[in-house]
Each structure stands twice: as C-alpha cells, then as structure tokens.
T-cell receptor, first 118, second 111 residues
C-alpha cells in the first residue's frame, strides 16, 4: 500500500485500561505525527518524530500518553489508564520532513483509529 | 489567542455560488501555509499550498497576506462535492516542520 495505514480502525475499551495504537507511515517519510480529533473539533497536535531527533512531545495532554517510533518506520501511541475524555479519533500523518522545500512537507494522513472509552 | 483561527461556519451556499474563507495566524515567523480538506468521518487531505504570490488551482484560489497575517481560500462555481470542512494550516518553522491546524470551516453546498 502506498498510503499511511493505522490499526486498529476502531477500538472500544473500558475506562482504566491501556490501549496501543499503531501507525505505518509512507515508506521514505522521515517525519511522523500524531493528532487527536474529538467529535466536531479540530485537530489537536500530540507528538512529532523527525528522523533521529528527539521527538516533539509538546502536545501530549498528560503523562498517560506516550509514543515511540522504531527508526523511520512504525510508530505506536500508548494511552495508559484510559479516561472517557480520551475518546476521539487518533490520526497519524507522515511527510518527507523537509521544511521549506515546496511539496516536501505535505502531510499525508492515515484513516485514523476511532477510540471509544466506556 | 489561538495560533490559527477560522470561522467554524457552516457556510451554506447554493451550487454555482462563489464562497470565500479567511484564516488568521498569530506567529509572524510562520513560513508555510496550506489548505486541507476534510470530509465527514474521513482524514484530512491536502487541497493546496498557499504561496506568497497567491495561487490558483481550477476553481480554487488561495491568497496570503503576510502583513495582516491571514490567508484566504476562494471557491468559484461551487459543486455539491465541495461540501466538506476546510482546514487552514500553518507551518511554524523553528527547528521542526510542525503544522498547526485550525479547527476548520464547514461548507455545505446545496442544490
């Protein structure tokens, strides 16, 4: 597949459980982003990975949220002790990660994981 | 003040109408600007980049005003298929290319 893929597409969990969301970026994309979108709301930046640089975690809402990325490939977003307010669509995007080069910074989004915390 | 602000709408327009959206950004150091489109329950997709000189892609025209820190999107001859949420996106180039998304403007085109 040529696009960004995410799994699972839907996840229903009970409050207090941990969940792990997966993102497979487009091959060759060095930059990877996680966003959260609550129902009827805009995209909320969570975390950004670029190559081997330290990730930008400035958007993570609490220490229950963490993310890892293996090299320049798969990333996982982990939410510990889920709360009902964590219910949202979690979107992953990737890009070539070349700021200033026209077209190279375009972000391509995956279909998202719809998380529902009961 | 939000980094990127948009009128949430909805803008309800008839087919064939011309509609314009504006978006303001707060960081004067912002370098790159985009419009993304998001259909209901779908992921955002790039509609067009916004260049300093303005740019046009078919029925869509994007403009950038750095002095006033706003960008605009003009849609001519609206189609039913244009119904979507349009996201204003700004790149804050410090040492990353992190994009800041506006909350979007919803457009509904009716017959």
């Amino acid at each position: 597949g040529a696009g960004v893929s995410q799994s699972p597409s839907n996840k229903v969990t009970e409050k207090g459980k941990d969940v792990e969301l997966r993102c497979d970026p487009i091959s060759g994309h060095t930059a990877l982003y996680w966003y959260r979108q609550r129902l009827g709301q805009g995209l909320e930046f969570l975390i950004y990975f670029q190559g081997n640089s330290a990730p930008d975690k400035s958007g993570l809402p609490s220490d229950r949220f963490s993310a890892e990325r293996t090299g320049e490939s798969v990333s996982t977003l982990t939410i510990q002790r889920t709360q009902q307010e964590d219910s949202a669509v979690y979107l992953c995007a990737s890009s070539f990660g070349n700021p200033g080069l026209a077209g190279r910074e375009t972000q391509y989004f995956g279909p998202g994981t719809r998380l529902l915390v009961l | 003040r939000k980094e990127v602000e948009q009128d949430p709408g909805p803008f309800n327009v008839p087919e064939g109408a011309t509609v314009a959206f504006n978006c303001t950004y707060s960081n004067s150091a912002s370098q790159s600007f985009f419009w993304y489109r998001q259909d209901c329950r779908k992921e955002p997709k790039l509609l067009m980049s916004v260049y300093s000189s303005g740019n046009e892609d078919g029925r869509f025209t994007a403009q950038l005003n750095r002095a006033s820190q706003y960008i605009s999107l003009l849609i001519r001859d609206s189609k039913l298929s244009d119904s979507a949420t349009y996201l204003c996106v700004v790149s804050v180039l410090y040492n990353t290319d992190k994009l800041i998304f506006g909350t979007g403007t919803r457009l509904q085109v009716f017959p």
